[in-house]
C-alpha cells in the first residue's frame, strides 16, 4: 500500500531527525478519519461485492438464507470486511491537536506496507454499523538494504460496533523511506513471461478443486499437527483484478469520487494527484495499475494491495474451519512484491494445537507464494474449532472498551512506560 506525498515542515521527500522527533509526538494521539467509509451499514450487497471482489462465494457471505440457517443466525461479513467501515470515532481536535496532527511528518517518502496484524472478536453481521479510532502506537528508526535509513510507523485501527462491543483490532506498520535511496538501492529485475496453456491449465484445476467447509463441522478432536490447508490460488493478477477488488473495498486512501468530486478534492491537496504522462491529474494510487507510474517510482510492474493478500489469507483459513470455526488472529508480513501477471498460491499448514482458556485453539503458518517459489507474505494465524461436546465461544478482547483498548496497545508498544 503506497503513502501519498503531501506537505509539511519538513524537507519533503528527505527522511530526517525532526520527521522523527514529530511523529513521536503523535503516539497515543487519536487522529480523526480523512475519508467516509466504503460501507456505512453491513449490507448484503456490499459483503458480496467485496467478497466477490477476492473470489468467495462463500454462502455464508452471500446468501442471506444459508446463512440465516447457521450458528450466526444472519450473513456475516468476511473479517477483512472491516477494511470498507469504520465512522470516524476519534474526538473533535482542539487546535492544538490539530496543530500536531496537521501534514505527514515523512512527506514525499516512498511508503510501503510491511506488517499486519488483526484479532477479531465479534463477527460484523447484515445491518450492523461500525465505528474506528485510528491512533499511532509506534515508530522506530531501522536500517534497511532497499531504501537506507527507514521510518517504521505502527498505527492501530480499533473497530467497536453501534452498541459499543469491540469487535476488532487492525494493527498495521509501514516503512518509510526516501524514494530517491529506493530507486539507486533497488536490485530487483522482473521477468515475466507469457503463460503457457498447460500452466493456465493448472491454475484453471487448482480453481476448480476449491470448496467451501460450510456447514460440516471441523472438530478440534480431528485436526493433526502437520496438516495442509487445501490451498487457493489467484491470479494470474490482472488490472481487472484490481478495478473488481475496488469495488468492493473502496478507494481507501484517494478520497473516492470522479470528475468534479475529485476537482474538489484536488484543489485542496494536489499532491494526491501527481501528473500522468499527458499532463492529466490522477491518483497517487494508479501506480498499483499503471506500470508507468510505478516504474518512475522505482519499480518494474503495477503490484497489488497488502489487504489483498490479508484477505486471500482469510479466505484460506475460513473456507478451512467452517461456518462454526473462528478466525482469532492473523499476522502477516509483506516481504516482496506481487505484480500484476504474478500468480499468488495461498497455502497453510497446522503447526500446533491446544485446549487454553479460550478455546480449542489450533495455531497455522500461512504463505502467499507466487509462481517463482518466493514467499510474498508470510504469516501465522490462530482458528477455534469446536469440539464433539461444545460449539466455538468467542474470545473476549483484552479490554472491553475502545478507550481501555488504546491504552492497551500504547502499553503494548512500550509507550508510557518507564
Known amino acids: 500500500m503506497t503513502g501519498v506525498p503531501g506537505k509539511s515542515g519538513n524537507a519533503f521527500g528527505v527522511l530526517t531527525d525532526d520527521a522523527f522527533a514529530r511523529s513521536r509526538l503523535r503516539l497515543g494521539v487519536p487522529r480523526p478519519q480523512q475519508n467516509k467509509p466504503h460501507n456505512y451499514e453491513v449490507t448484503w450487497d456490499g459483503v458480496r461485492h467485496f467478497a466477490y471482489g477476492y473470489g468467495d462465494d462463500n454462502p455464508l457471505y452471500c446468501d442471506p438464507e ?7 443466525g444472519r450473513l456475516v461479513a468476511p473479517p477483512t470486511f472491516l477494511y470498507t467501515m469504520g465512522e470516524d470515532a476519534a474526538p473533535n481536535p482542539d487546535s492544538e491537536t490539530k496543530a500536531l496532527l496537521k501534514g505527514d511528518p515523512f512527506a514525499g ?30 515508530v522506530e528508526e531501522k536500517e534497511s538494504r ?11 485501527y480499533l473497530y ?3 452498541d459499543g462491543q469491540m469487535h476488532a483490532v487492525r494493527r498495521g506498520t509501514w516503512i518509510n523511506a526516501e524514494r530517491h535511496t529506493s530507486k539507486q538501492r533497488a536490485k530487483e529485475r522482473l521477468a515475466q513471461q507469457p503463460y503457457t496453456p498447460e500452466q493456465l491449465a493448472e491454475i484453471d484445476a487448482a480453481y476448480a478443486a476449491e470448496t467451501h467447509r460450510g456447514p460440516e463441522p471441523r472438530y478440534f478432536e480431528d485436526v493433526e499437527v502437520g496438516e495442509e490447508l487445501p490451498q487457493r490460488v489467484k491470479g494470474p493478477l490482472t488490472t481487472t483484478d484490481i478495478v473488481v477488488w475496488h469495488l468492493g473495498w473502496g ?26 504522462a499527458l499532463n492529466v ?16 517510482l522505482g519499480l518494474p510492474n ?13 479466505h484460506l483459513l475460513t ?14 508480513e509483506h516481504r516482496k512484491f506481487n505484480y500484476q501477471g504474478d500468480v499468488t498460491w495461498v497455502r497453510g499448514e497446522v503447526v500446533d494445537k491446544r485446549r487454553t482458556d479460550v478455546g480449542n485453539e489450533v495455531h497455522v503458518a500461512v504463505r502467499c507464494e507466487n509462481q517463482r517459489g518466493e514467499a510474498t507474505t508470510p504469516g501465522t494465524a490462530v482458528v477455534l474449532l469446536p469440539s464433539r461436546d461444545a460449539a466455538v465461544t468467542l474470545p473476549e478482547p483484552p479490554v472491553a472498551t475502545v478507550d481501555g483498548m488504546l491504552a492497551h496497545e500504547l502499553a503494548r508498544y512500550g509507550v508510557g512506560e518507564s
Open 302 to 314: 503495477s503490484y497489488d494491495y497488502g489487504g489483498m493478500r490479508e484477505t486471500w489469507l482469510c
Open 146 to 156: 532497499f531504501g537506507g535509513r527507514t521510518a517504521h510507523v505502527t498505527l492501530d
Open 109 to 138: 517518502l516512498g511508503s510501503y506496507q510491511a506488517v499486519m496484524e488483526f484479532e477479531w472478536w465479534r463477527p460484523l453481521q447484515l445491518g450492523v454499523r461500525c465505528r474506528v479510532l485510528e491512533a499511532q502506537v509506534g
Open 319 to 332: 473456507d478451512w474451519v467452517g461456518d462454526d470455526g473462528w478466525l482469532w488472529k492473523l499476522h502477516c
Open 281 to 296: 491529474p490522477d491518483t497517487a494510487q494508479r501506480l498499483h495499475w499503471e506500470p508507468a507510474r510505478a516504474q518512475e
Open 251 to 276: 478507494m481507501q486512501l484517494t478520497p473516492p469520487g470522479t470528475f468534479g468530486i475529485a476537482a474538489r478534492v484536488r484543489r485542496k491537496a494536489p499532491g494526491l494527484y501527481p501528473p500522468n
Open 160 to 162: 467497536f460496533t453501534g
Open 66 to 72: 444459508y446463512a440465516a440457517d447457521t450458528r450466526w
